[in-house]
């Protein structure tokens, strides 16, 4: 085999109360990366489609080309690789497209070489690629999107990534067409947190963890709650807590910010109430003549799959 097609799925990450630790795929949108093994050593990004000419083919500009490269440095491949990168989410939405871009490429070039490396090896080459799209490696994307399901990051030094088992649930997650650079997101964070804060955002994390485990859904509604992060980056957000409380009106369990915004994620017990909170937030957003997208999936277990 000397080519072949990858989907990575699109990941939300914090998942309300787990800030930096927490994140989940979901079925759509996602990315392509179509990679071919070649004569010559090293990464070439040969297209990319979808990002209106945005991202840079420079490899080692690239997350999918810094993953990739990493991955052939590891097993001393006599051989190299021609991606073409198809991106299929809107860049800077909060739902991790470096980080499918990425995945996708390296679970690709993994298949093309024989799989000499599991998952648990291709993840540090994901968080290296994350440094260049994000300024520091970070999990909470690149893990969802490789292991599928629920995440959690357990440590860094060593990295430990831990999937959760979780009840059927689905997600609608609406994209306005709001801009929100990653560095303001979080250099809007206050440094300082009181100590009630920290003390009742521990117990909404272990409750929601204890609800996935559990299959218990109200506990799962009654943890979705974040009183550190959210609070401060909702201010970026026009129109964000009328959307919470319009999905929450409609039957989901709840809602908050995907990674660090602009998108709006609503978890649910089922595709037709993801599909109403769905258009509750859609509804908002229309009012206030802001542009949106709505991508309504279940969750994914499984991460990228091959397609071609």
Not at 59 to 67: H, I, Q, R, S
Not at 160 to 175: G, M, R, T
Not at 247 to 258: F, N, P, T, V, Y
């Amino acid at each position: 085999m000397r080519k072949i097609k990858v989907f990575a799925p699109a990941t939300v990450a914090n998942v309300a109360c787990g800030y930096d630790i927490m994140g989940f795929a979901v079925d759509k949108p996602g990315d392509e990366v179509l990679a071919e093994l070649t004569n010559e050593t090293g990464v070439v990004i040969s297209k990319i489609t979808g990002d209106g000419r945005k991202l840079p083919l420079e490899p080692e500009k690239n997350t999918a080309g810094v993953a990739v490269q990493s991955f052939l440095n590891r097993i001393r491949a006599d051989k190299g690789v021609r991606l073409e990168i198809n991106k299929m989410m809107p860049l800077g939405s909060g739902l991790g497209s470096s980080a499918a871009s990425a995945v996708a490429a390296v679970y690709a070039v993994n298949e093309l070489f024989g799989k000499p490396l599991s998952k648990d090896e291709l993840l540090p080459f994901t968080v290296e690629a994350e440094s260049v799209a994000c300024g520091s490696g970070h999990a909470d994307n690149v893990a969802p999107a490789l292991y599928g399901g629920f995440v959690i990051i357990k440590d860094y030094h060593p990295l430990k990534v831990i999937s959760i088992p979780a009840p059927e649930l689905y997600c609608a997650v609406l994209h306005p067409d709001v801009i929100i650079r990653t560095e303001d997101a979080r250099s809007i964070l206050r440094m300082d947190v009181q100590l009630k804060d920290v003390v009742t955002q521990c117990s909404n994390v272990a409750g929601l963890v204890s609800g996935l485990f559990l299959k218990d859904y109200e506990l799962i509604r009654d943890s979705l709650h974040d009183v550190i992060v959210v609070p401060h980056r909702s201010k970026l957000i026009p129109g964000f807590f009328k959307a919470v409380e319009a999905a929450r009106e409609a039957g989901a369990l709840g809602a908050s910010i995907s990674g660090s915004g602009p998108s709006i994620f609503a978890l649910c017990k089922t595709s037709q109430i993801a599909k109403d909170s769905g258009e509750a937030m859609k509804g908002i957003y229309q009012s206030m003549d802001i542009d949106c997208q709505l991508y309504i999936s279940p969750i994914n277990p499984d991460g990228p799959k091959i397609i071609e």
